[in-house]
């Protein structure tokens, strides 16, 4: 079975600092992996993903994460947080080997907090 | 303009009443799912497709049923719906990777 977790259910930053919002996945196969973020009273919308290739991959509004294989992590970071980066963010994870392959698996999620 | 609608927004209803909450999207994704979110839970998926006629459970399916006659619609429906399926709901649709999420429905149910 596949699992997602985020240790932090908070973050705290201040505005103009470096964020990073952990994940670590549990795959029997490769993973895609994916972030996305959750504004108050909205739906979720996508932020980025690894597929494959490079192991850092670039995002939307300047958020980029680090795949890293052997330590099974998907860290989100950003190296200047903004006060509207304040939001509920959730890493997510695909097996894509053997069946159940189209099953996606959510974290619980993280809040992160930009104080000004 | 590419979207998920998802039909109530909100809703209220009681132990055992049958209801449906719909979902559409205009993007032509084969892919579709229903997901619930509660706090501390995060979002658990209920039920995907992979195209018409072809659904499959995710990890929280009991108490749900779901259907795929067409392309578009992917609707979720709730039998005998019961407290502990008081949940804020999501529907998604997706071509490739990413998911595109609905507004989502908060269900009460007393």
């Known amino acids: 079975a596949q699992s997602v977790a985020q240790p932090e259910d908070q973050v705290n930053v201040a505005e103009g600092n470096p964020l990073t919002v952990k994940c670590t996945y549990s795959?029997?196969?490769?993973?895609?992996l994916f972030w996305y973020v959750q504004y108050p009273n909205r739906g979720l919308q996508f932020l980025l993903k690894?597929?494959?290739?490079?192991?850092l991959v670039k995002g939307s509004y300047g958020f980029e994460a680090e795949f890293n294989k052997s330590q099974t992590s998907f860290h989100l970071k950003k190296p200047s947080a903004l006060v509207s980066d304040s939001a509920l963010y959730f890493c997510?994870?695909?097996?894509?080997?053997?069946?159940?392959?189209?099953?996606?698996?959510f974290g619980k999620g993280t809040k992160l907090s930009v104080i000004p | 303009e590419a979207q998920v609608t998802q039909n109530p927004r909100y809703l209220i209803t009681v132990t055992g009443k049958k209801l449906t909450v719909t979902c559409s999207q205009n993007?032509?994704?084969?892919?579709m799912s229903w997901y619930r979110q509660d706090p501390g839970l995060g979002l658990r998926q209920i039920y995907y497709?992979?195209?018409?006629?072809?659904?499959d459970k995710g990890d929280v399916p009991e108490g749900y049923k779901v259907s795929r006659k067409e392309k578009r619609n992917f609707p979720l429906i709730l039998e005998s719906p019961s407290p502990n399926q008081t949940s804020l709901y999501f529907c998604?649709?997706?071509?490739?990777?990413?998911?595109?999420f609905g507004p989502g429905t908060r269900l009460t149910v007393t």
């Open positions: 998604a649709s997706s071509f490739a990777y990413e998911q595109y």
């Open positions: 795959v029997s196969g490769n993973p895609y």
């Open positions: 690894y597929i494959t290739g490079d192991n």
């Open positions: 997510a994870v695909r097996d894509v080997s053997g069946a159940g392959s189209y099953q996606l698996t």
């Open positions: 993007m032509n994704h084969e892919y």
């Open positions: 497709s992979m195209n018409v006629e072809v659904t």
